[in-house]
């Protein structure tokens, strides 16, 4: 299985994308770019959500047509994603025509084939989440209705409406929860088994009346009706690797899809998608990579806490794309949510970046030029340091293959720490040839960048064209081949930032 498909959340676009959503869409381009780097056949797929209730009273709050809005906002992200080396390979929007094309013959199919009817509803819904909660799901706030993640009253709504039979699925799911490791970390597998044994499957609500949501895909046999924007968002990923344009490319990266996710998603793209894909006789993912929230002070970035770190302010004060990828990979964790702050992203950066990776890199190159004239020719490499950085590629390979990128660059960084100690303990400066000192420190250099390559593919470009290697597949690294190393240039990668105190 040589394919590698990936994806993101599509981002709702009622706002510039965030701090937040650059999280999880820098680790899917890590991912992406790792795969790649092992010469795996790789399609990566972001985009906007762009139907539903929620854009639609976006547009009217600024007096524009919410296709303005959705064009504008495309043009936005694209720019952010493009800021940030985002090698997406495609931008799917979901006012796409091919894209609403497959989300109304997946409703006919599904309708078609019984899973699909028509009833009455009534309950309470969330805008901001484009969802009902149902009681026990909702927290009550002087005996009104709130909503738990945005903390607004939720409005009370009754219709009739179209059904998908969720609650047919609950064997399936909670076999494939248990059994297949598709939910990764497991503890949320768990966490929506448990909630499936506790509260049982209901059947959902999958159309809006068009005169309560009208900017959405209408339901192609009743057109007083709009399909739920959940229905439709989800379907993105398969119309995104050309389940209806192209059959045979969208098997070839299916049998392989990730999904990245955060944890406030986790039930629509496990409960929801699998029994939609089941429904549809399309095969499960094979992972969906779930992630825990940023926070500041406690509270979950985003734009209802009001909390925002901007990705202009975090591009600027970490001189560009490299900086910030850096930091939101090391600071990223699935499990538990992440306390962010300048303070914090300041010493990652400096300590980390600056001082570690940028300083050997500069000093190594420095000394090469001075000493050597920049030509370092192959040497045994340190038997020591060899065995170190053996070690460290493993490892570092074996968690990258986990998905574990914090752990796969905490690695990298010890190894690098351990460079620079070489260098304090061998005093190359001191010798007249310090050929087998530098060689060995250059292939350390060598195996961090291109591990690195994946989190900060500009800085590991240009210290690989400085100093003569090839950013080539890690896991065929071998030490001790180079012939040769040639260096023009020592760079400072990363310049320091001032150390600021907490926002
Ligand atoms: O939910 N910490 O879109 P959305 C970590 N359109 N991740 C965060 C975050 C934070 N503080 N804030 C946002 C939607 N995210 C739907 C998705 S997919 C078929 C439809 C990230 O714009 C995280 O990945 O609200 C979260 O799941 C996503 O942004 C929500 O983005």
């Avoid at 495309?74 to 090698?87: C, E, F, G, P, Q």
């Avoid at 927290?139 to 039979?165: A, D, M, Q, W």
């Avoid at 400096?350 to 000493?371: H, P, S």
Wanted: proline share 5%.
């Amino acid at each position: 299985m040589n394919t590698f498909y990936i994806t993101t959340p599509i981002y709702y676009p009622n706002g510039p994308p965030h701090i937040g959503h650059a999280y999880t869409t820098v680790y899917a381009d890590v991912l992406a770019r790792f795969a790649r780097l092992l010469e795996k056949d790789v399609f990566f797929l972001t985009g906007n959500d762009e139907h539903g209730l929620k854009i639609q009273r976006f547009a009217e709050k600024l007096g524009k047509t919410p296709k303005e809005v959705v064009d504008e906002m495309a043009t936005v992200y694209r720019d952010y994603w493009l800021r940030l080396n985002i090698s997406y390979d495609y931008f799917i929007r979901t006012t796409d025509s091919v894209h609403e094309k497959v989300v109304m013959d997946s409703f006919r199919k599904l309708y078609e084939k019984g899973y699909v009817y028509k009833d009455k509803y009534g309950g309470f819904y969330c805008v901001e989440c484009e969802k009902y909660y149902l009681p026990g799901e909702y927290v009550e706030v002087e005996g009104k209705p709130y909503c738990p993640i945005h903390n607004k009253p939720l409005e009370y709504l009754e219709e009739e409406t179209y059904y998908f039979k969720l609650s047919e699925f609950k064997d399936f799911l909670l076999q494939v929860l248990r059994n297949d490791k598709i939910v990764y970390p497991e503890e949320y597998s768990l966490e929506v088994t448990s909630r499936i044994e506790k509260e049982g499957l209901r059947d959902i609500s999958i159309a809006r009346p068009v005169e309560r949501v009208s900017w959405g895909v209408k339901v192609p046999f009743d057109p007083s009706y709009v399909i739920y924007v959940w229905f439709d968002a989800l379907l993105n990923y398969i119309t995104g690797a050309g389940y209806a344009t192209d059959p045979s490319r969208f098997e070839k990266y299916w049998v392989n899809v990730h999904h990245v996710v955060g944890k406030d998603i986790l039930w629509f793209h496990t409960a929801v998608w699998f029994s939609i894909l089941k429904a549809l006789d399309i095969p499960l993912p094979k992972k969906v990579l779930v992630h825990a929230f940023l926070i500041n002070k406690g509270l979950k970035i985003g734009k209802s806490a009001g909390n925002v770190i901007s990705i202009d302010d975090l591009l600027s004060r970490y001189n560009g794309p490299d900086g910030v990828r850096y930091i939101l990979s090391r600071v990223f964790n699935m499990s538990k949510d992440s306390e962010v702050s300048f303070e914090l992203m300041d010493a990652i950066y400096n300590d980390e970046l600056a001082d570690t990776y940028g300083n050997l890199v500069r000093r190594v190159g420095a000394l090469a030029m001075k000493k050597l004239k920049g030509k370092i020719y192959r040497r045994e490499v340190d038997k020591k340091l060899n065995e170190q950085i053996t070690l460290r590629l493993n490892t570092y390979l074996e968690r990258m293959g986990n998905y574990d990128v914090p752990g796969a660059i905490i690695e990298i960084m010890e190894l690098l720490r351990e460079g620079n100690a070489y260098v304090n303990n061998t005093r190359p400066w001191e010798k007249e040839d310090p050929s087998k000192e530098l060689y060995s420190l250059l292939e350390l250099i060598r195996v961090s960048t291109i591990t690195l390559a994946p989190v900060i593919p500009n800085a590991a470009s240009k210290v690989a064209e400085e100093f003569g290697f090839r950013i080539e597949n890690p896991a065929r690294v071998q030490l001790g081949v180079l012939e040769r190393y040639n260096i023009r240039n020592a760079p400072i990668l990363f310049k320091k930032v001032m150390p600021q105190q907490s926002t």
